[in-house]
């Protein structure tokens, strides 16, 4: 009889016909395990994705330094408009640069885009310039460019009208993203708007090819400025370098195993309960302890494994659903996050299928058969 229970075949029959037996329950039990997958993959995937497409997008501009206040957010929606647009001039004196771009950074309330006040001749020669879709540049203060994103998002074309911070523009231009904002307005405009005349939030500038002599230079002309370089701030969107996110991330992956500890804990103490007769016919007819406390645990890691799979299975599926209905939110799923996850839920379901195991395989054969 011991050899039955040890074959790996027969164990795993017994494994496979215990899940199935119970149809209804193993299926719960997959379901939330992988609830716990998707609630860590899709938020250190989303958290994750928006800051490097964001990094991406910045650096997509052609910029080699960012000059900001002292001070300032990496994050360009809580840049203020303090620095003088008249600092430009200066900073393209400088024998190091080749261009800069002032830059005023507008934060749309309602749906929280990016719209950029720019000085479209300047801003357009720091890289290769816009690639324009349709349309052309704007040529007037109540006209707005849009990138193919938000386009395809708000279902925007040429000729379109869209309020931008209170204002109605027309779309004249559709762009590649990949620029920083998703809109852009003239930049004497964005100031009326803003009501800081004068004043712009950021310089992007692009040097001759020496950059860091080049920001050595900036700062020799103000150095109270913030002056960074691309390579800097591009490693800097990173959410392990964001302290802030770090709790948050830790919170979800702790509530997740927290979801898959009780539920697997719930599952197997029910299931232990129904089956006190069957586990004393099984020890009476010789399995051991550890052939109990095996059989629980393995019961439990396959119900692990499929929810994991599901998990990962519907996190794609959710990934894939966002890509289609909101282009301009990224997801971003690494293999690392992939395994992590399974590990969790593995952990976390293990960890609570160990007290009802335990408690199965201490019951006395006499007992558990006579119990109704």
């Not at 050899?3 to 790996?8: A, R």
């Not at 600092?87 to 749906?111: H, R």
């Not at 992956?253 to 069957?278: D, K, P, Q, W």
């Not at 629980?296 to 299975?313: Q, R």
Request: charged share 15%; glycine share 8%.
């Amino acid at each position: 009889m011991n050899e039955t229970f040890d074959g790996t075949f027969s164990l795993a029959q017994m494994l496979w016909g215990n899940i199935v037996a119970r149809g209804l329950r193993s299926f719960l039990s997959v379901f939330a395990i992988s609830i716990q997958v998707i609630l860590v993959l899709l938020i250190v995937g989303l958290t994750t994705g928006v800051l490097s497409e964001w990094g991406k997008r910045v650096e997509g501009v052609g910029a080699d330094l960012l000059v900001q206040p002292p001070n300032s957010s990496i994050f360009f929606a809580f840049s203020s408009a303090v620095m003088q647009e008249s600092l430009a001039e200066k900073i393209a004196a400088l024998p190091g640069v080749d261009e800069v771009a002032p830059t005023l950074i507008l934060t749309e309330s309602k749906s929280l885009t990016l719209v950029y006040g720019i000085d479209y001749k300047r801003f357009n020669a720091l890289s290769r310039g816009f690639l324009f879709r349709s349309g052309r540049p704007f040529e007037n203060p109540d006209e707005a460019m849009a990138d193919d994103i938000i386009a395809q998002t708000k279902h925007l074309k040429v000729g379109d009208q869209v309020v931008l911070l209170n204002h109605t523009f027309t779309v004249c231009g559709i762009v590649a993203h990949g620029k920083g904002a998703r809109y852009f307005i003239p930049l004497q405009a964005a100031q009326s708007l803003a009501g800081v005349e004068k004043r712009v939030s950021m310089f992007y500038v692009r040097s001759k090819g020496d950059t860091e002599g080049t920001r050595e230079q900036i700062i020799a002309v103000d150095p109270q400025d913030r002056v960074r370089s691309m390579s800097e701030y591009v490693t800097l969107m990173s959410s392990s370098n964001l302290p802030l996110l770090k709790p948050f991330t830790r919170t979800m992956v702790g509530l997740g195993m927290v979801i898959s500890f009780l539920v697997v804990l719930l599952n197997m103490h029910t299931m232990v309960m129904e089956r006190t007769r069957e586990i004393g016919i099984l020890k009476a007819l010789g399995l051991s302890r550890f052939g109990i406390l095996r059989m629980l645990l393995g019961e439990t890691l396959i119900l692990a494994a499929l929810g994991c799979v599901l998990g990962i299975g519907l996190t794609f599926a959710v990934q894939a659903i966002m890509k289609e209905t909101n282009p301009g939110l990224t997801i971003l799923i690494s293999p690392q996050w992939i395994l992590s996850s399974t590990l969790l839920a593995l952990v976390g379901a293990s960890i609570g299928a160990m007290y009802p195991a335990l408690r199965a395989a201490t019951y006395d054969p006499v007992v558990a058969l006579a119990y109704e």
